[in-house]
């Protein structure tokens, strides 16, 4: 059964009764049946395709985190050959929130970063809704430091509401733990691709995130807290989360403006969750792609170029 969005309900009708129509199956008559069901499939699509090209924020913010939105473990099976997972910080724990390893990318040697949430209970569990402990990050640090070492390129994929906030968690230096993961990012010699598949929340989307290039799905969101956080810090009242949302400046197409992120990938019409393939097929051009521009750069051009990206957010506004 697929999960339709509350703004998703005229096409939901429309494709329930094409449902309908083709459970009659050879009842009365078939020609009549068909072309009906041709005609209202055709109004489905071009609803959908009519909702999708005018979302607000708040709707781009619930496009993201659909269940049904391919997550970390769909993207490394269809575009890393010979994954081979990593485990452990080698100071405390393993936190499968954030999945880390090495493999092929269409022939080119990488190390792979990213949280995972899970698709059903018990994995959603097990990575904690992708929400990393500090174990997570430093896990993270100590595979960007063997991928500078032996000179792998660096991709992370993000998805995340943003980093763990227990007690645990703040009693091992989570922030701490943040502030070296991102300036491992940002030591890194070798390019470091990051993209932001579902949901980039808060300093824990930014610690995998602080790539020499960012590349953003076109229905995700990247924000400094979620919606619902922000609307409870400014209003004290989550339920205005929509206006938040709105105001944040979250969306793709508001943060390319800034300069925030260097491309946003197109996305199929009606989301990433209803064509995952075709949504992970292009994630990967667009990663060889900007990979490719990065080619032949000495470490220290790397580090510049990465440099002057991050001291140039906002200069220009």
């Known amino acids: 059964m697929r999960t339709y969005l509350d703004f998703e309900k005229p096409v939901a009708d429309l494709q329930g009764k094409v449902q309908e129509l083709k459970a009659l199956g050879d009842q009365g008559d078939a020609v009549t049946v068909n072309d009906e069901i041709h005609r209202l499939e055709s109004r489905a699509e071009q609803a959908l395709g009519d909702i999708y090209a005018k979302l607000t924020p708040w709707q781009k913010t619930q496009v993201a985190r659909h269940p049904d939105r391919p997550h970390f473990v769909d993207y490394a099976k269809r575009l890393i050959e010979d994954f081979t997972p990593l485990a ?20 080119r040697r990488v190390a792979v970063i990213g949280q995972e949430k899970g698709n059903d209970t018990e994995s959603r569990i097990r990575h904690n809704f992708g929400m990393a402990r500090p174990e997570g990050y430093r896990k993270a640090v100590r595979i960007m430091d063997l991928a500078d070492r032996f000179g792998l390129a660096v991709l992370a994929l993000v998805d995340t509401a943003g980093a763990y906030p227990g007690i645990g968690a703040e009693e091992r230096g989570q922030a701490e733990a943040i502030a070296r993961s991102t300036e491992a ?52 009242d989550s339920s205005r989360a929509q206006d938040a949302a709105t105001n944040m400046k979250i969306t793709a197409q508001d943060l390319i403006r800034f300069g925030v992120v260097d491309a946003i990938i197109e ?7 209803r064509h995952p393939d075709e949504a ?38």
């Not at 954030?98 to 022939?107: E, L, Q, S, T």
């Not at 032949?296 to 990206?309: A, I, S, T, Y």
């Open 185 to 236: 990012c940002l030591k890194l010699g070798v390019p470091n691709v990051a993209v932001i598949i579902g949901e980039g929340g808060s300093g824990g989307a930014v610690a995998i995130a602080t790539a020499s290039k960012v590349l953003m799905l076109e229905h995700s969101i990247y924000t400094v807290a979620s919606p619902e956080a922000s609307a409870s810090i400014l209003w004290h």
């Open 88 to 107: 452990g910080d080698r100071k405390f724990a393993e936190d499968a929130a954030i999945v880390a390893g090495v493999g092929r990318f269409r022939g």
């Open 280 to 317: 992970i097929i292009a994630t990967g051009d667009a990663i060889e792609a900007a990979l490719a521009a990065l080619d032949n750069m000495p470490p220290d051009e790397v580090r510049r170029q990465r440099r002057e990206k991050y001291l140039a957010i906002g200069r220009s506004l």
């Open 267 to 273: 996305e199929p019409v009606g989301g990433a969750h």
